[in-house]
């Protein structure tokens, strides 16, 4: 069966994405926690969030994928900004376990001058200290193009900090087949060599 879906917006609320995507003949989407761009989040509304998971069970809706806002960088060198994303992370975490069992997507970060290795253990700190035993929400990195101090262009970037993660079973990867190829994996003319 194919898992189709698109990138909805969450100013209306759960059941307001839910009905677009069934709307389209979708079976999942994508949705930012809270303004991408920003840190602000909607309270969450409980009855909106209860009749959300009865349309998606009716609709044999596959995992929703919850993205961070872009703004959220773990690994900033401003200890400031590390301690926002901090914040924000386990705010979205708990969000997520009123619809159990997602995805909630995140960029790695750019270590801004302190050198890829620093960055790859403040990574993998922050989500040591975040992650729950009790949580449902698989945590996702996704791959960068490495523009600037971007980690995660490289596999072995992402490789490395998944390795430093104590609860293993709540990370994986969401591959941006764009960034990935703006990185410089070749994934249209030689996918094998990338595989």
Sequence with gaps: M??????????????AMAKQAVEIGANTFQFFTRNPRGFKAKDI??????EFLEIIKKNKFVKILAHAPYTLNP??????????????FIDDLKRMEYTPGNMYN????SHVGQGIDTGIKIIS?????????EQTTTV????????????????EELKQIIDSVELKDKVGVCLDTCHIYDGGYD???????VI
């Design 2 to 15: 194919l898992n189709i879906g698109c990138h909805l917006s969450a100013s209306e609320g759960y059941v």
């Design 187 to 193: 994934i249209v003319n030689n996918l094998d060599a």
């Design 106 to 109: 995140f960029h790695p970060g």
């Design 125 to 133: 700190e922050t989500l040591n200290e975040v992650l729950k035993k």
């Design 140 to 155: 996702l990195l996704e791959t960068m193009s490495g523009k600037g101090s971007e980690i995660g262009s490289k596999f």
């Design 45 to 50: 509304d409980e009855q909106d969030v209860k």
């Design 75 to 88: 690994c900033s060198a401003d200890k400031r900004v590390r301690d926002l994303a901090k914040e924000i």
